[in-house]
């Protein structure tokens, strides 16, 4: 897969749940993992965190919303069940994102929601446990980012393998017109250049 993600959770108080975020996290292959103003105690998060994920990837404890900090180029999208988040199975990921989960027993903040770029939710008709809703955003990940063969049309799995990758050959350009008319503006003047 090309780009990158994170996942991260604002004002989580039960360090178990955080643990279950980050190791699945890991297991999806996440680049970095965060918490913003969270009661989060890495000792705690240990014991469900059975693959030690933290130390396989970054993590970031921010201590407020205002001393976040993301890559240049990462869309941040918020994972919150409102009436006008995105369904997330009609929701296109980018390439490069970090994901956000509010609290147990809470939502995201105003301000967190406000940074973000796309807030989507899980189609349920109530809410779910914090590190499940990560599991089931990050394995619609996985899918829609075109790893796997395309699901047949009747039950069971796919009857083509999904192909392999190619790389393409190398692009030749034709460079010897270069070599005795090169491209110089009309205003350039060869006298006055100086290497």
Do not use: W
């Not at 996942?7 to 680049?31: D, L, P, Q, Y």
């Not at 490069?96 to 189609?123: N, T």
């Not at 190619?166 to 350039?188: A, E, H, I, N």
């Amino acid at each position: 897969m090309r780009g990158y993600f994170g996942v991260g959770v604002e004002g989580i108080s039960k360090s178990m749940n955080a643990g279950a975020i980050f190791r699945t996290a890991h297991a999806f292959g996440a680049s970095f993992a965060f918490t913003v103003a969270a009661n989060y105690k890495r000792t705690e998060s240990n014991l469900s965190d059975t693959s030690n994920s933290l130390e396989h990837m970054p993590f970031y404890g921010f201590p407020q919303l205002k001393d976040m900090l993301l890559p240049h180029d990462c869309r941040l999208v918020g994972v919150e069940l409102t009436d006008d988040s995105i369904d997330l199975p009609s929701f296109r990921h980018p390439s490069k994102c970090a994901y956000v989960l509010g609290p147990e027993r809470g939502s995201l903040s105003p301000e967190m929601v406000k940074k973000c770029e796309f807030v989507v939710k899980i189609p349920t008709n109530f809410c779910i446990n914090v590190s499940v809703a990560a599991a089931l955003v990050l394995y619609d990940r996985s899918l829609s980012m075109g790893k796997f063969a395309e699901r047949p049309v009747r039950a069971g799995g796919p009857h083509d393998e999904l192909p392999k990758h190619t790389q393409g050959g190398p692009v030749l350009r034709q460079m010897d017109k270069f070599r005795t008319d090169p491209p110089l503006g009309k205003d350039f003047d060869p006298k006055g250049f100086s290497a």
